[in-house]
């Protein structure tokens, strides 16, 4: 073991994307010479996924969650999604700051609410909780977002609900101009790739990272996405601009995927601009970014998702 390698906690680490950043954590490539001890928080340690982690070396914890269990953690890692109430993902926070951990990074991802309009209600909370963080922390504990657009493997997972109709060969897009609108997306495995990289980073220097990140594996627009489609399934997508009226009408009534459509309609998930992609992964030297022309003609035109 290094005497510079990090203890770090991954919170939901048996979830979709807490898993994929627990085993990076635990390969080759970071352990033992730039991780030592890798924590999970779940509530099941009898799960295939907690008793696989279990296995590859991590510590399940299943407990409460205190500062003694935080004890000795240099970074904590919320990869609990949206549907974790807030007052645990506070606890949480509250427990880093008490144990004296370096480095936090809330949970969620994906949109950064920074850059929305009016979909940024249905985002309030995640805002809520980072303000928590950095309030209760003092300057003590650095809190780093990491914002990544959509979700690469959720494009065909959540097709229909987010405009891919593939047996009626259409994709719909939200608000005028909105099929031109480009649109970041990155995979999971990207993501956690890229938490890793960030963690070891900050918990060296926690002041050479700043508080609000961006990656950007790939990005596409709407039109370009039925064009691909296009091209793998043999046929021909329309695409069609809906009025972004009713979606308003949705927001207001705090539904997330009209939240998210609209951020999408509007180009306020094209987080292009502004990323640390080159820090965490200079010349793609550690890994190639996934695209998504290659999640599309892998899926079979998202058909396998």
Same mark, same amino acid.
């Given at each position: 073991?290094?005497?510079?390698?990090?203890?770090?906690?991954?919170?939901?680490?048996?979830?979709?994307?807490?898993?994929?950043?627990?085993?990076?954590?635990?390969?080759?490539?970071?352990?033992?010479?730039?991780?030592?001890?890798?924590?999970?928080?779940?509530?099941?340690?009898?799960?295939?996924?907690?008793?696989?982690?279990?296995?590859?070396?991590?510590?399940?914890?299943?407990?409460?969650?205190?500062?003694?269990?935080?004890?000795?953690?240099?970074?904590?890692?919320?990869?609990?999604?949206?549907?974790?109430?807030?007052?645990?993902?506070?606890?949480?926070?509250?427990?880093?700051?008490?144990?004296?951990?370096?480095?936090?990074?809330?949970?969620?991802?994906?949109?950064?609410?920074?850059?929305?309009?009016? %979909?940024?209600?249905?985002? /309030?909370?995640? !805002?809520?909780?980072?303000? *928590? #963080?950095?309030?209760? @922390?003092?300057?003590? =504990?650095?809190?780093?977002?990491?914002?990544?657009?959509?979700?690469?493997?959720?494009?065909?997972?959540?097709?229909?609900?987010?405009?891919?109709?593939?047996?009626?060969?259409?994709?719909?897009?939200?608000?005028?101009?909105?099929?031109?609108?480009?649109?970041?997306?990155?995979?999971?495995?990207?993501?956690?790739?890229?938490?890793?990289?960030?963690?070891?980073?900050?918990?060296?220097?926690?002041?050479?990272?700043?508080?609000?990140?961006?990656?950007?594996?790939?990005?596409?627009?709407?039109?370009?996405?039925?064009?691909?489609?296009?091209?793998?399934?043999?046929?021909?997508?329309?695409?069609?601009?809906?009025?972004?009226?009713?979606?308003? %009408?949705?927001?207001?009534? /705090?539904?997330? !995927?009209?939240?998210?459509? *609209? #951020?999408?309609?509007? @180009?306020?998930?094209? =987080?292009?601009?502004?990323?640390?992609?080159?820090?965490?992964?200079?010349?793609?030297?550690?890994?190639?970014?996934?695209?998504?022309?290659?999640?599309?003609?892998?899926?079979?035109?998202?058909?396998?998702?």
């Amino acid at each position: 073991m290094s005497s510079t390698s990090i203890n770090v906690v991954v919170a939901g680490g048996t979830g979709t994307l807490g898993e994929l950043i627990s085993k990076t954590l635990l390969s080759s490539v970071y352990r033992p010479n730039q991780i030592n001890r890798v924590v999970v928080l779940s509530r099941d340690d009898s799960s295939p996924v907690a008793q696989e982690l279990k296995a590859l070396g991590a510590e399940i914890h299943t407990g409460p969650i205190q500062a003694d269990s935080l004890k000795g953690i240099d970074v904590v890692i919320n990869a609990w999604g949206f549907m974790v109430p807030g007052d645990i993902k506070d606890s949480l926070a509250k427990a880093a700051v008490d144990a004296g951990v370096k480095v936090y990074f809330p949970s969620e991802f994906g949109v950064d609410p920074h850059t929305l309009d009016v %979909e940024a209600k249905i985002f /309030g909370s995640k !805002v809520s909780h980072v303000k *928590y #963080a950095r309030e209760l @922390g003092k300057g003590a =504990l650095k809190v780093i977002e990491i914002y990544n657009g959509g979700f690469l493997g959720q494009i065909g997972q959540y097709a229909p609900a987010i405009g891919i109709d593939i047996p009626n060969k259409t994709v719909t897009s939200v608000g005028q101009g909105s099929a031109t609108a480009r649109i970041t997306f990155t995979s999971e495995r990207d993501i956690a790739y890229s938490t890793v990289r960030l963690a070891i980073l900050a918990a060296q220097d926690p002041s050479s990272i700043a508080d609000n990140v961006r990656i950007s594996g790939t990005s596409a627009s709407w039109s370009h996405i039925a064009e691909l489609l296009s091209q793998e399934l043999g046929t021909t997508f329309e695409v069609k601009e809906l009025d972004d009226a009713p979606f308003r %009408e949705k927001i207001e009534n /705090g539904d997330f !995927v009209a939240g998210l459509r *609209y #951020a999408y309609g509007k @180009g306020h998930c094209d =987080l292009t601009t502004g990323t640390v992609n080159e820090l965490v992964n200079p010349g793609q030297e550690l890994w190639k970014w996934d695209t998504v022309e290659e999640h599309i003609k892998k899926t079979n035109g998202l058909s396998a998702a």
